[in-house]
């Protein structure tokens, strides 16, 4: 297969600013080993820009998909026809691919790449204890991906308060069921510790809350790729944890993406 | 270098259909082969859809380039903000790129090709009398280019007569000393002969007029591309006339786009 030809289908990742995606060589390449003749190009687009240009963009016959990435996962929803359940409750999306009939479907996967990572480590959610460190976007998703998993309970810290209330409406309105409650840190009354907070990310040395040791049957998952393993997971490990890393996440995420957009693994 | 990533400059080709357009791969290996990190992806846009969607795309801040093919090379001209002295008489642009400015400058390079393809073989068009078969959209680029390079006489055939007079004088506006004519085609007493018919295309065996015989001192040209060697180009090798290919036209036009583009030859 040549790198590109007049054939190729094309999809796109949009953002403000661009250069630091990863999605351009990682999709290309899972398209590739699908046998797919597609790319993923870096569509960088100003916010003064998005409205106008994002619709216009849709016309083009050959793109068949994008993904959004910040600051747009929130303003990309209108432009969907089908809105799929994680995106509904997150009330936001990351991928919008072109259906057969020529409409537009969405939904959020950030979220789903985490349960896929665990699904792959054969751990299931179903009547687990959760605790959730973060509730911004990439926690967000997480959880309303988790709820729909049927959880025991689900406990959430973020910073911000409301924000961390917020969340934990959500995650009981995918299932009334769970027992939701906004809360501190903790290691202990729970199964799986999720960090979706950015505190650990690069050269961050730090652990998202003040914890010397960890139960080791406790699943320990970091939301962050970058290093691969963080200050938490390295804890986690020496306390003889199970651990489940970001970078985990994203290869879950992506092939998902990748089955809806319409290329399904062989 | 990956393949592609955020970083990716990303240039396109516009074009209805878009299928059968070969820029895609062979500009994309010429920014490999000038180590520039860029890809150029195909974008189908339907004609109704044109005038909406192609000022949006330029507002994409990583795209620097757009090439122009059937059918908007006309309807293009319109985009550019400066528009190079071959596409303002031709009246067309197949070629559009961002400045530094950030402002957009066109020109036409479809004949510009032709003249670089000569100049590499040695072959000036000064002085020389010129024979044109065509003057469709490809004819007109050429004889326009040719036009520049101050020609002793320039004598054009279209099977549509007023077409060919339009080029006639589109030439002469060029440059008024050239002896111009539109006469029926002819081998003698000329020097270069140019086809820009589409005759000879493909699985078409015919010449683009009835000949038996070229003199051995012609140059002979043929802007198809495929097959490489046409049946006038056959006639002309057997004839031991100089021969001159489309491919190598497409060659040069490659290489004196990507300089517009912003990526000079090393």
Redo the contacts between chains.
Sequence with gaps: M???????R?FG?VG?P????????MF??EFRRRERDA????????PK?FD??IP??L?????DGLIFTIPYKARALRLADVVGPNAQIVGAINALARTEGGRWKADIFDGRGCVEAFRRRGISFADRRIMLLGAGGAGSAIAVAIAFERPKSFQVYDLDADRAEALAAKVKQVDPRIEVAVDAPKVTGIDVLLNASPIGMLDDARLPFEVERLPRALVVFDAIVMPERTPLLSLAEACGCTTIRGLEMMRGQIDAMVDFFGYPRA
Excluded: F, M, W, Y
């Design positions: 040549d790198l590109i030809s007049g054939r190729t094309v990742i403000d661009i250069e630091q995606v990863r999605s351009p060589e290309t390449a790319v993923l190009v870096p569509i960088h687009v100003r820009d106008g240009c216009e963009l016309k083009v016959a050959n793109l």
